[in-house]
């Protein structure tokens, strides 16, 4: 079988969806075990929170170091599927957001919403892609099924809150609205700038840090309490 742009484009996303098997496997049990708790919608708003900001941050890596991953790997064939590679790596990263947010429905016993939302994704995905493909190819596909992801992600969880069963920080928000900006910068002025590309990430994740800096410190201060239990 020959081996296409799209399929070279893709090494990076399966990184990512070995992520999302990895934890889809555990989550079911932490979910079910957690469902009757009090704050069961802070822990899982939290929970929805951080690991949406560890995958921007490793997305943003992901863009920097793209072009030069491909360009060390690969024929120079296949160099130009560096672009499409962080839609690719960012998609199955929102999957597991969604199923994150999702697991609300289940605490309601309401599951028919899954199906409208994630309906909902794949209906944009068809229509980005019939109007994306014939102008930009694969780069086209992959945005689409990144913007499927993205849309199934705000409606879920435009859905719970309104049903206050998530509760969405303005931070958060505010990181994501900057997440979608770095990737449009990095499209278009520095997707083959590794140096620029480098800088941007780390600004950007010292950004997402200063949001989250008392989390930090929480999580900073639980291990040493616990290092300190244990000796």
């Not at 742009?5 to 079911?28: D, E, M, P, R």
């Not at 690991?51 to 992901?62: H, K, P, R």
């Not at 590794?194 to 949001?211: K, Q, R, T, Y």
């Amino acid at each position: 079988m020959p081996v296409t742009v799209n399929t070279v484009s893709s090494k990076l996303g399966h990184v990512s969806q070995l992520i999302y098997t990895a934890f889809a496997g555990g989550w079911q049990f932490f979910a079910f075990s957690t469902m009757k708790e009090n704050n069961q919608v802070e822990s899982n708003s939290r929970i929805f929170e951080y690991l949406g900001i560890i995958s921007f941050v490793a997305t943003s890596f992901i863009c920097a170091c793209s072009y030069g991953i491909f360009k060390f790997l690969f024929k120079a064939d296949y160099l130009s599927g560096y672009i499409a590679a962080p839609y690719l790596f960012l998609a199955p990263l929102l999957q597991m957001l969604f199923q994150v947010v999702a697991n609300q429905f289940l605490v309601v016993k309401k599951t028919w919403p899954n199906l409208f939302i994630l309906g909902s994704g794949a209906v944009l995905n068809v229509i980005i892609n019939f109007l994306l493909i014939p102008v930009i190819g694969i780069e086209g596909a992959s945005i689409a099924t990144l913007m499927g992801y993205v849309v199934s992600d705000i409606i879920c969880v435009i859905v719970l809150c309104r049903m206050k069963l998530m509760v969405i920080s303005k931070k958060f928000i505010f990181a994501a609205l900057l997440m979608g900006v770095f990737m449009i910068l990095w499209r278009f002025f520095f997707s083959y700038e590794l140096l620029l590309g480098m800088i941007s990430a780390i600004v950007m994740s010292a950004v997402m840090m200063l949001f989250y800096n008392n989390e930090i410190k929480r999580v900073i201060d639980m291990i040493r309490n616990r290092k300190v239990q244990s000796k």
